[in-house]
């Protein structure tokens, strides 16, 4: 029997392993780099051993250091989690032929055989399963639009749509590079793609006494740079469907002696046909769903059945209910989905019905904790959001209202995107498949309409107001800028999604708001005079409502608006303050009242958006450029962000070099712009 694992991993699938271990009476062993140190994984681990560094490939990645630090802590099993080595042969056989330690997982030759996907096409259509047009060479590519995949791993790295023959060669060699950094394995294919397909896919399982079963199906359609984000069971299917699913992805498990968890996806054409797309020899990132629906823990199936003892069933499970799972990721949607990084200062969602491990209700699987930094060097995704009920319906609308009503501060997040998603006709209605995002630019607008930031602006001066007068030394219980006739109006300032807002009001004898106005523009120097704190409101949206103000303390302000009372709740960080209301969440930053003076950046000069590595530089100084032209290429979360020019011009200053990392905020570039 397994008594200590360690878990090859990181972040949440390490914390949800662990769990699961817990109540095994497994002792669990986790491995960490530096960036990682500080993880709620490492400090939740029975042991941990440091792997020196903070790239994949110095840490993650490396297998002689990963052995190494189960031999130093008495492992006697290895989970290899998903991503990383879970799909390494290599790394399989190593783990039990050379070592001498339990893998949990299937077989390595199972894991070369699905790894090397087009071998794994021609294997599989040899038992059957349907398959779309495949070629290994860009110059045999005759039918488009296609799509480049990498060969190893999954998670959308290395996968490039191409609509025509000029745009081949870089999807492959940009494709290449990023599967090389994020699995080590620089193998890439192309296929046909397959336009508004659905992605299906098929949860089986296997044990060394020849079974292997189907645990049902996941739909998984809603996908941002090809890489879920939004997953459910059971995918919704026309029971003849679902049963010739179920068939082909059991055949292609028995093809293989398939052995533990394993995912078989399938793309669902518009025309009902379904054709393979590859065999996942691990256990999947959507998971939860499968758990919720079926109640069993996969995780405690793979470790039973790499102990050798059968699975207790040797039929599809019914599925009970319906589940939705979510991806919470650290990156800006609306900047094309750029990466965030740094602290998460608050990160709390309400109604939880339990954490990682199979559960009615509402289920949360995150990697992080209040206080937890996001780096730059591993995936995005922040956490996984799971919402069981009896119906669809009713688990996409707990969802979306868990997901409104989180407190997520300090690192931007796809959430209003996702609660969009959740809450649109067309997800209601099924109307799902892969280029959802690309049809529906109405979900990436922030939850907080735009007409009501003011309100929110105004609670967040009011909430700082609060917490000055109760950290005064005297008088700490007068009215915030209090005075016995009334002369000037209280400012503060901020930036917010727009640029600046000045908010001013006034406060009346008895604390309650007297006045007050938002401006989102360009203030006049001198700024408005007194007059303009006695308008009842500012902006679009409420410069006709009443407001008035029911409470003010430094967490918390409820304003009355035209009768209707409002909560808002504010977390100050420093100059950062997050408010949480009814209609969304903003993040402001209050400016000082005599800022310092700042460096000056020259004009033209083009910032990094996000800490990383300058991998590519596509110009030379002296260049002329035109707008949208690519300058640079930056690595940062195991993705390739290209850097365009913004405007039309000559290359001034290149000032980083490839290879170069670079913070936020650092000069890239430097772009004189064409006088012409």
Same mark, same amino acid.
Request: glycine content about 10%; aromatic content about 4%.
């Given at each position: ?385 799971? +919402?069981? $009920?009896?119906?669809? %319906?009713? !688990?996409? *609308? =707990?969802? @979306?209202?868990? &997901? /409104? ?53 105004? +609670?967040? $001066?009011?909430?700082? %107001?609060? !917490?000055? *007068? =109760?950290? @005064?030394?005297? &008088? /700490? ?55 303009? $704190?006695?308008?009842? %409101? ?9 407001? /008035? ?128």
């Amino acid at each position: 029997m397994i008594t200590r694992l360690l878990v090859a991993n990181r972040g949440e699938i390490a914390r949800r392993i662990f769990a699961t271990c817990r109540t095994l009476g497994i002792t669990t062993i986790a491995v960490y780099s530096d960036a990682d140190a500080d993880a709620p994984f490492v400090a939740e681990a029975d042991l941990a051993v440091r792997l020196p560094g903070n790239t994949p490939a110095e840490t993650y990645l490396d297998m002689v250091q990963i052995l190494r630090a189960a031999r130093r802590s008495g492992a006697d099993a290895v989970h290899p989690g998903y991503g990383f080595l879970a799909e390494n042969a290599e790394f399989a056989t190593r783990v039990a032929d050379h070592a001498g330690l339990t893998w949990v997982g299937p077989p390595a030759k199972v894991i070369a055989a699905m790894g090397d996907k087009v071998a794994a096409k021609a294997l599989l259509a040899d038992v059957g399963v349907p398959m779309l047009p495949t070629w290994t060479e860009a110059d045999q590519v005759t039918d488009y639009p296609v799509l480049v995949k990498a060969s190893a791993g999954g998670g959308g790295r290395g996968m490039r749509v191409v609509r025509d023959p000029d745009g081949l060669a870089e999807a492959v060699a940009s494709a290449r590079r990023e599967a090389a950094a994020a699995f080590g394995d620089g193998t890439v294919f192309v296929e046909r793609y397959v336009e508004r397909g659905r992605h299906v896919e098929v949860q089986i399982f296997g044990d060394t006494h020849g079974t292997v079963v189907a645990l049902g199906a996941r739909d998984c359609s809603i996908q941002r740079r090809h890489q879920k984000i939004v997953e459910e069971a059971p995918a919704v299917l026309a029971p003849e469907l679902r049963a010739r699913l179920h068939e082909a992805a059991v055949a292609a498990g028995r093809a293989v002696d398939y052995v533990g968890a394993g995912t078989v996806e399938f793309l669902l054409a518009p025309d009902g046909q379904f054709h393979f797309l590859e065999m996942n020899t691990r256990l999947q990132v959507e998971h939860p769903v499968t758990e919720a629906v079926t109640g069993l823990d996969l995780v405690r199936l793979q470790l039973l059945v790499a102990e050798g003892e059968p699975l207790p069933f040797t039929t599809t499970p019914p599925a009970d209910g319906h589940a939705i799972e979510v991806r919470l990721c650290a990156e800006d949607p609306a900047q094309n989905f750029r990466p965030a990084t740094g602290t998460l200062h608050r990160f709390a969602i309400p109604g939880l019905s339990g954490e990682f491990t199979p559960t009615k209700g509402l289920r949360l699987d995150s990697g992080v904790l209040d206080g937890s930094t996001v780096s730059v060097h591993y995936d995005s995704m922040l956490a996984k959001l799971i +919402a069981w $009920a009896p119906t669809r %319906a009713e !688990a996409a *609308r =707990a969802l @979306a209202g868990a &997901l /409104a009503r989180a407190e997520l501060h300090g690192v931007a997040t796809n959430r209003d995107l996702l609660v969009r998603v959740l809450r649109s006709p067309e997800f209601g209605a099924l109307e799902v498949d892969t280029g959802f995002l690309d049809r529906h630019a109405e979900v990436f607008a922030p939850l907080l309409p735009a007409d009501l930031l003011p309100l929110a602006a105004l +609670a967040a $001066a009011l909430a700082s %107001a609060a !917490a000055r *007068r =109760a950290d @005064a030394p005297v &008088l /700490a219980g007068l009215p915030s800028g209090w005075r016995n006739v009334p002369a000037v109006a209280q400012v503060s300032r901020f930036t917010g999604p727009d640029g600046e807002i000045e908010v001013r009001y006034r406060l009346d004898r008895r604390g309650g708001l007297a006045g007050w106005s938002v401006d989102q523009g360009a203030a006049d120097p001198a700024g408005p005079g007194p007059e303009a $704190a006695d308008r009842s %409101a500012a902006g679009p949206g409420v410069e006709r409502s009443a407001v /008035a103000l029911v409470e003010s303390v430094p967490d918390r302000v409820v304003l009355d608006v035209d009768g209707v009372r409002q909560a808002f709740r504010v977390h100050r960080v420093g100059s950062e303050v997050f408010v949480d209301g009814p209609a969304g969440a903003a993040s402001l930053v209050e400016l000082p009242r005599l800022p310092l003076p700042t460096a000056e950046v020259a004009a033209g000069s083009l910032l990094a958006p996000l800490p990383g590595a300058v991998t590519r530089v596509h110009v030379e100084v002296g260049q002329r450029v035109a707008a949208g032209d690519p300058l640079l290429t930056l690595e940062a979360m195991k993705l390739e962000h290209p850097v365009l020019t913004p405007t039309d011009g000559v290359v001034a200053e290149l000032p980083v070099p490839a290879g170069g990392q670079v913070r936020t905020g650092a000069v890239l570039a430097v772009i004189e712009e064409d006088a012409r």
